[in-house]
């Protein structure tokens, strides 16, 4: 099955809580690559329904242009689950994120369930993607065979505050006690060749430790960052969107790999350091975030 290639950068997506009319109809308008309408954590019990109401409202009658749309359903095992995919699967938003995650057997459960919908409306299995929250422990050690199981299955998000409950960890908010799980979800994910979102910073007052903690889960080498408040956006799209110091660098390794390709020479040196495949596939990626054609080099 070939599924839907996305067309959207990822560095950002922002939560938007199912029940907020006014932020769900201005969603676009924030600066976020994509917008997770949220029917799960941020939506109170007594507020779940009227929120699938709402979120099938808009995804009806409002363009997010610009936007990836995703939506967070609740985790099928809940009384609200599976209503939630009999709603939101026939709309076709550009994904659905899928909470809780924590078995290919699950994984499993779900697809089918969705795809069984979709059968009801006449609809494609290869339209509207699937990503994976990872939220507790069981979740990180199954994490490769369940990024694995589906090519619907395009990108993986480490879920930090219910990892972080589920390790029963007294201090969660340093990032310490969820290091190896960050590392093991980006590892899994790059050998799938798939997007990795790494959780929310929840302190919305700390730009300064938003941005570290940005530049650290870039280094690691994540997608981008889940966001609960529209301030936090400009600084992290800001870390992922490459400097003109990058772009400069990569432009030039990038024309130096084409001069040495037409006289046959695989290995080079740019300013005094040796460039091979690796490094030219590095400097695509800077020129391919930085929103630059290669053939306008």
């Not at 099928?76 to 550009?94: M, N, S, Y």
């Not at 480490?158 to 969660?172: E, N, P, R, S, T």
Request: aromatic residues 6%; glycine residues 6%.
């Amino acid at each position: 099955m070939k599924v839907k290639q996305r067309t959207f950068k990822r560095r950002t997506m922002l939560y938007i809580p199912g029940n907020n009319p006014a932020m769900l109809q201005q969603g676009s308008v924030y600066g976020a690559d994509g917008v997770l309408l949220d029917l799960e954590d941020a939506v109170a019990l007594n507020q779940k329904d009227a929120a699938r109401i709402l979120v099938a409202h808009m995804l009806k009658y409002i363009s997010y242009e610009g936007c990836e749309v995703t939506v967070r359903v609740n985790h099928i095992d809940t009384p609200f689950g599976l209503e939630d995919l009999k709603q939101i699967v026939p709309l076709q938003p550009d994904a659905l994120r899928l909470p809780k995650v924590e078995t290919v057997d699950e994984i499993k459960r779900i697809l089918e369930l969705i795809e069984q919908i979709e059968d009801e409306h006449n609809l494609p299995h290869n339209q509207m993607n699937v990503h994976v929250m990872i939220e507790t422990a069981l979740g990180v050690q199954n994490v490769y065979d369940i990024a694995r199981y589906s090519p619907r299955i395009d990108a993986i998000s480490i879920g930090g505050q219910d990892l972080a409950a589920d390790m029963q960890l007294v201090k969660a908010n340093d990032g310490v006690g969820i290091d190896y799980a960050r590392k093991q979800v980006v590892m899994a994910a790059k050998a799938c060749k798939i997007d990795v979102f790494d959780t929310v910073f929840v302190d919305v007052e700390n730009e300064e430790g938003l941005r570290e903690e940005a530049e650290y889960i870039k280094k690691l080498g994540f997608t981008g960052k889940a966001i609960i408040n529209p301030r936090q956006i400009e600084v992290v799209n800001e870390v992922f969107t490459p400097t003109e110091l990058e772009i400069r660098k990569a432009a030039k390794i990038v024309k130096a790999f084409e001069r040495n390709k037409a006289e046959g020479i695989g290995v080079f040196a740019v300013d005094g350091k040796m460039v091979d495949a690796p490094v030219v596939q590095r400097a695509l990626r800077v020129l391919e975030m930085a929103d630059i054609d290669v053939e306008s080099l």
